[in-house]
């Protein structure tokens, strides 16, 4: 198990930038692939972007690509959202989740969650 909290959300207007940040426990992080999730209201919650074991393979979801670029430390057991040229769409709560070994493409696949960090995109 990993212990994962979020940090880095709030309101920025369209065209700004927010980092967000997802500190996990323990000392297994680098056994973990690490993805990020949003929910907006009244949607489901969707695939933000993911990233492997050691940083090597990343996917994003078409609608974040090219505006933002997802990263991890291992040695301080973080994973980072970069979220540049925001979107009033952007605006969800982000979630970031830990899957053990490899990386899953549903929500389903992550047993291990943060509680979540606001994102509002103002126009």
């Known amino acids: 198990q990993v212990q994962l909290v979020e940090s880095g959300g709030g309101l920025v207007q369209a065209g700004g930038s927010l980092r967000l940040s997802c500190a996990a426990s323990?000392?297994?992080?680098?056994?973990?692939?690490m993805g990020w999730f949003r929910q907006a209201p009244g949607k489901e919650r969707e695939l933000v972007a993911t990233?492997?074991?050691?940083?090597?393979?990343?996917y994003y979801a078409d609608s974040v690509k090219g505006r933002f670029t997802i990263s991890r430390d291992n040695a301080k057991n973080t994973v980072y959202l970069q979220m540049n040229s925001l979107k009033p769409e952007d605006t969800a709560v982000y979630y970031c989740?830990?899957?053990?070994?490899?990386?899953?493409?549903?929500?389903?696949?992550?047993?291990?969650w943060g509680q979540g960090t606001q994102v509002t995109v103002s126009s």
């Open positions: 323990g000392r297994t992080f680098s056994s973990y692939a």
């Open positions: 990233i492997t074991r050691s940083g090597s393979s990343i």
């Open positions: 989740a830990a899957r053990f070994w490899t990386v899953g493409s549903t929500d389903l696949e992550y047993k291990n």
